[in-house]
């Protein structure tokens, strides 16, 4: 097969309704020209390590079997197809381990419904203090946050602002711990304490809530939805209001690995070219996430 020619193209993002709006970018990568452009090390060795938090089902998590399963190990091995290399997962453990793990090279990318913030791309703190190099994101589906409560809802929660004065359960260092803690502070200003309950994995989260220990479980929606359909048969949780703030996730890698960066972009392109993708999301009841195009850090 001969190689494409290289184009170059420009991508711009917006958020519309929950969907990223993309330029395309990138058609024409047969399956040898994108392995063939892949580093030479990945190329050698037939594989691309990554690292995930099995804790995050729909997107990841162990299956009765004890194999990874979910929309990310389902896109891996789609992308397997298209690149002719093998994707070979690492449960990290907590999700807050993700990143860290991927910085420090022990594996060649984050694959954990990871949601692509500024913060993230550029390696800052809340604070906007540096704390890392930072990475870069391959985004590839679109979700926004979601509470799942007791069924009925009997503390009527349907926005942040009524979790002021009751309890709220949150996986440790993620984007929804940050979250929690700025409502924390907005209702402390109202004399309506928030106590927030931080959770290791989803798993945990959901006990908390199903104990009654708390009266929310602040996550993507996407992962309360799963929980509110799952659990007792459906029968323990109702979802708290609608979806809000959708923001991307993305495949995270080293900033200084731009080149599998640019591979992987033009592989998850041609998964939304060919209906691929479109027939993975409708797989998992999860294409009110879709995306037109893939791109690069699409939270920027």
Not at 189 to 212: C, Q, S
């Amino acid at each position: 097969m001969t190689p494409s020619t290289s184009r170059r193209c420009g991508a711009i993002a917006a958020v519309t309704s929950g969907v990223l709006l993309l330029s395309a970018c990138g058609a024409g990568d047969g399956k040898a020209s994108l392995r063939d452009q892949l580093p030479e090390a990945i190329r050698k060795a037939g594989v691309i390590r990554v690292g995930a938090s099995f804790t995050a089902a729909p997107m990841i998590f162990r299956n009765p079997q004890g194999q990874p399963d979910g929309l990310d190990p389902d896109l891996a091995a789609a992308l397997e197809k298209v690149l002719d290399v093998r994707f070979e997962f690492q449960d990290v453990g907590p999700f807050a381990n993700v990143l860290p793990g991927l910085l420090d090279k022990k594996y060649d990318i984050g694959m954990s419904g990871i949601t692509d913030t500024r913060e993230r791309e550029q390696g800052v703190d809340k604070n906007n203090k540096q704390v890392n190099d930072g990475v870069d994101f391959v985004d590839y589906f679109m979700a926004g946050f979601g509470m799942a409560v007791a069924k009925g809802n009997p503390e009527k929660i349907s926005k942040l602002d009524d979790l002021c004065g009751k309890s709220l359960v949150v996986k440790k260092g993620t984007i929804h711990e940050d979250l929690a803690t700025r409502q924390q502070k907005a209702c402390e200003h109202l004399g309506k304490p928030l106590r927030i309950l931080p959770a290791n994995a989803d798993v945990e989260a959901v006990a908390d809530l199903h104990g009654g220990q708390v009266d929310a479980y602040l996550t993507d929606y996407p992962k309360a939805l799963y929980n509110v359909q799952t659990v007792d048969g459906g029968q323990a949780f109702d979802i708290a209001g609608p979806q809000f703030q959708p923001r991307p996730y993305g495949i995270a890698v080293r900033k200084g690995d731009s080149v599998l960066r640019d591979v992987l972009t033009k592989a998850m392109n041609s998964l939304v070219r060919d209906s691929t993708y479109a027939g993975i999301l409708e797989k998992r009841q999860l294409t009110a996430g879709a995306i037109q195009n893939s791109v690069v850090n699409g939270s920027s």
